[in-house]
T-cell receptor, first 114, second 118 residues
């Protein structure tokens, strides 16, 4: 049981380059999330997906796109990277119901845009 | 919308001291509440959780009680250790919908840095 797997762990991009952060979970969770973590800012929600086939904007969606490819996978794309997107990105999944509440995070992707 | 407010940090304690990290929230209905811990260089780990009013979550000596009347979920530990040094995040998820599942949004506080000295 791998939990939530994010790739890559580290990435350096030049301004204007694009990339996709991959996230997969094997726990059959409905909800998945992308957050960014910046010093002194805590975790800010970029996008989330409450179920397969749906996505919604979070607090800081500008400059990002997401795809909920299937129940397992939720990817985050930077079309034209900017230095302001230098951050640590976390993917998470949550299963929330009357019978069971579980939430798990990936190990994070440290992204530097130069 | 939903929001979570944590006490200002950082918090510095001596080993075996009592720890309280305050967390209050704003939400409609009955959200589920969580505490996460992030050790240096690592991702977030679920520390404890509570899904309804008056529930007490506990793990590794940490406790937090879901207080609907004060909209709070304060984290406590009776005797901290150096190994507890980390960043602690309070979080809430959307209340359950009529079908008994979640709308899905998970909201975090800004995090509290805890440092425990020997």
């Amino acid at each position: 049981n791998a939990g939530v797997t994010q790739t890559p762990k580290f990435q350096v991009l030049k301004t204007g380059q694009s990339m996709t952060l991959q996230c997969a979970q094997d726990m059959n969770h409905n909800s998945m999330y992308w957050y960014r973590q910046d010093p002194g800012m805590g975790l800010r929600l970029i996008y989330y997906s409450a179920s397969e086939g749906t996505t919604d904007k979070g607090e800081v969606p500008n400059g990002y796109n997401v795809s909920r490819l299937n129940k397992r996978e939720f990817s985050l794309r930077l079309e034209s990277a900017a230095p302001s997107q230098t951050s640590v990105y976390f993917c998470a999944s949550l299963s929330l119901s009357l019978m069971n509440t579980e939430a798990f995070f990936g190990q994070g992707t440290r992204l530097t845009v130069v | 919308g939903n929001s979570v407010t944590q006490m200002e940090g950082p918090v510095t304690l001596s080993e075996e001291a009592f720890l309280t990290i305050n967390c209050t929230y704003t939400a409609t209905g009955y959200p589920s509440l969580f505490w996460y811990v992030q050790y240096p260089g690592e991702g977030l780990q679920l520390l404890l959780k509570a899904t309804k009013a008056d529930d007490k979550g506990s793990n590794k000596g940490f406790e937090a009680t879901y207080r609907k009347e004060t909209t709070s979920f304060h984290l406590e530990k009776g005797s901290v250790q150096v190994s507890d040094s980390a960043v602690y995040f309070c979080a809430l998820s959307d209340p359950l919908n009529a079908g008994g599942t979640s709308y899905g949004k998970l909201t975090f506080g800004q995090g509290t840095i805890l440092t425990v000295h020997p």
